[in-house]
């Protein structure tokens, strides 16, 4: 993946290769550094395509709804032509519809802590299957 960025920013350069090789990578830059596809690109190369096995295999937690939804419209870009799923779960979205959306067995989740944890209190979601965890 890192070879389809034409100018990979320096964050990239030194963040996916360790991501891809599932090293533990803490980064700290500045905003538009190119974080966020630093650990996207290698989670989308990992995962590769959707399971059938029910179970996302890969969980970002956000802090805000703005970023959440924000690091959604950047997955969604690069998820064009390949079959993974994804779904957003955080506050001031309706309840029912996250339970829908949960339905599809995403690969990728997209939560704010709050929502995530009120679902898992309250649903039968589970999150064995996680091999990848991103705290943004």
Do not use: W
Not at 21 to 42: A, F, I, Q, R
């Amino acid at each position: 993946m890192i070879n389809k960025l034409k100018n990979p920013t320096p964050v990239q350069k030194k963040s996916i290769p360790l991501i891809s090789e599932g090293k533990d990578v803490v980064v700290c830059y500045k905003t538009g550094s190119g974080k966020t596809l630093s650990y996207l690109l290698p989670i989308i190369n990992k995962l590769q395509s959707h399971s059938q096995i029910v179970g996302a295999r890969a969980l970002i937690l956000i802090p805000t709804r703005d970023l959440a939804d924000q690091i959604t419209k950047v997955l969604k870009s690069f998820l064009h032509k390949i079959d993974l799923r994804y779904t957003l779960i955080l506050g001031g979205h309706t309840y029912e519809g996250q339970f829908e959306s949960l339905s599809i067995n995403p690969d990728i989740i997209i939560a704010t802590p709050g929502r995530l944890i009120q679902l898992l209190n309250e649903t039968d979601l589970k999150l064995g299957r996680v091999q990848t965890i991103v705290f943004d």
